[in-house]
Every structure is written in structure tokens, then in C-alpha cells.
């Protein structure tokens, strides 16, 4: 999340630099080459690798494909709704689905609700930021990348109408969610949709619905779940598709998640490090991380499974094979703990506790986000 923080500053080492220089160190089961679109996040503006992919999933939506596949939900939802009941491609659409299946789930054991989000502690603003912002167009937390303001006065979109609608659609879905949803971690609405609890999630972290999808021991829905893309507010697709593949931060439909190893630009040891870093991102890890924890990093492994048993009923390998661009890694400045910790944690959780509204709330926000990058 932090990468750019240490990039930024020149804390690491350049890993294609150090590889050219030490072939002899090379792993031929490690080209950098073979990463994912993820792999993008870690380079600077020569193509350089400064640090090596380990994970790397989508933030994305999932849903309760047999409860979306029944004839008898199909046709009452369309009885009310009057359209098809399919996985949203809006936001309308997913408050329509997600009140449906909660006023369908008041009769059930366990009881169902409608959707759920993490919103615990420092969670809540990366919720935003990460999950909820960039489809309703908010890209890069609101900040524009080339003033570095975040104020709709200086160029950004962090207190724009987009980002008060984000608010709005959070709300409208809080009032469906399960009452323990404010307590919910990362994965929390994970494992809601793992207990039967919900049926869907806008922008869940697939590294943890990997469980919720393949294993017994933790999950009811078991072969139940599939991936797709997030709901999107209108011209946001638009947006993406016009913009350059290798320029995620222009445009992104949700948020690419994941880490690296890198080396510190100190280290005595680079040449172990260099090691370690390989094998543990080579092609043999890359199967691990993609079959236990949805993460792919490896354009060669990824393809072993698309395809396979888990993505036939998932969908989600063919997902980042074919769409994992559309998403957008965490923003490229160095001021990201600062600002989150700082300023966005604290006016956030304001504006969900209603102790200020919302445009009141991201107006403070915006104006004190634009202090700190002055």
C-alpha cells in the first residue's frame, strides 16, 4: 500500500538495475516480466522494479450465484423491481438488489441482509478511499496527481457531488447491512456472505473470499460465490476504457490490492536479499499465493488456472486475466499514511457517525488535505 512512500524517497533498491548487474543471482523462474498488470505498481519511470510482487487481488464484487440463479427469487425480484436480477452494474441497481434480499432474508435462518462493508477502526477510510470512491469516479483518494491538491477549488474531486454521492449510496446500504457491520474488519461482510448472512458485497477483498469460495471448514456457500466487476456510477466505464492500459490512476474501476519485497537502498546483505525476494515470487509461489489466496502474480501462473474448476464456478481468475487493468494499485505519492491516519480516519469516521454532514465533512477534509501537500 505504502510502496511509493519508500519509492518516493529512494529507500529501495532499483531490483532491475541490481539483476543486470548480478546475472549470475538471476532466478530464470523469476522474470519480472511475467508479473501481472499489479507488477506496474512497483516501477518507476524508467520500468525499473523496485520491488517484487508476492499477492495481488482484486477489490472487487461478489455474490451469491445460486441465490441470483433461482427461478422463484428471479421472478419476485422482477416483480418488483421491474428488470432482470443480475449482479449490479450500478449503484442503483446494487441498493435495489441488496433492500430486495433484505426484506427476502427476514424470514430465514439464519437471517439474511443485504449487503455489508468493513467499517472498523481504520478500516472505515480505506473503505472509501479504496472501495467506494474510485466507482463512483473518485480516483486517487480525490487528490489530483498533478497539483497534488485535493479540493474540488484546487483541482481535485475529494469534496465533489461524485464523492457526496459515495456517502449518500453508503448510507442508503447501511441501513440494510447486518447490525454487527460496524464491527466488521477487512473481511467482515466475507464472512457474513461465508455464514449466509449476505448475499453480496460491492468491493470485497478476494484474497479472503478464496476461503469463502473453495473451503468447508469456514465457508456454507462453498462453490456459491462468483466474481464480477464492482457496480459503477455512469461514465466511469467510460473513463477507464479510454484511458491507457498502462495508467491505472487515470481511471479505475476498484482497487488492485497486494504487496512486494523489496531490498532497502542500506542493505549490506542485497545479494541475499535478491535471493529471498525471488523465491519467494517465483513461479512455485506464485502457485501457492494464486490457489490459497486468490492472489495472482504471475501472468504464466494465472493462465495454469483460468479455466480450471474453482474459475468455472468463480469466474474470478478469468476476471483479473482479462480485466485486472480496469483496476488501479494504491496511488503513487508518498503521503500516504500521513494522509489516511491524519486526516482522512478522522473526518470519515465523523461524517458516518453524522456528527457533521457530508459535504460539510469532506469540505474540512479536502481543505485540510491541501494544507498538508502545500
Known sequence: DIIYTYMGREWLTDLTAFAEEHPELVDPECDPKDFTAFGLAFTDAKGHFHAYPYEAFLKTQWYRSDLFADPDIKAKFKEKYGYELKPAETWEQFIDIARFFYDWGKDRTPRMYGTGFQMIGITLPYLFVEGFFPPHGVYTWGINLKKMRASVEKGGTLNSPKAVKAFEDFF????????????????????????????????????????????????????????????????????VMA????????????????????????????????????????????????????????????????????????????????????????????????LIEKYYDKWIHRIVAKEVGIKEGL????HEVDEALE
Open 172 to 239: 442508503k446500504l447501511l441501513e440494510v447491512a447486518p447490525p454487527e457491520t460496524p464491527t466488521f474488519s477487512w473481511g467482515g461482510n466475507c464472512d457474513a456472505m461465508a455464514a449466509e448472512r449476505t448475499p453480496m458485497g460491492a468491493c470485497e477483498y478476494s484474497e479472503a473470499m478464496g476461503a469463502v469460495a473453495t473451503d468447508p471448514t469456514v465457508s456454507k456457500v462453498v462453490g456459491k460465490v462468483r466474481a464480477t466487476l464492482p457496480p459503477l456510477e455512469p461514465g466511469v466505464l467510460d473513463e
Open 243 to 338: 484511458r491507457p492500459r498502462d495508467k491505472p490512476w487515470e481511471a479505475y474501476v476498484n482497487y488492485y490490492d497486494g504487496g512486494a519485497f523489496g531490498i532497502p537502498w542500506c542493505s549490506k546483505r542485497k545479494e541475499a536479499g535478491f535471493l529471498f525476494i525471488q523465491f519467494m515470487t517465483n513461479k512455485a509461489g506464485a502457485r501457492v499465493t494464486t490457489e490459497k489466496a486468490f492472489a495472482p502474480t504471475r501472468v504464466s501462473v494465472l493462465d495454469e488456472f483460468v479455466g480450471g474448476k474453482i474459475d468455472k464456478e468463480t469466474g474470478y481468475f478469468t476476471l483479473v486475466k482479462e480485466k485486472d487493468w480496469m483496476y488501479g494499485p494504491a496511488p503513487p505519492f508518498r503521503e500516504h499514511k500521513l
Open 363 to 366: 469540505d474540512a477534509l479536502a
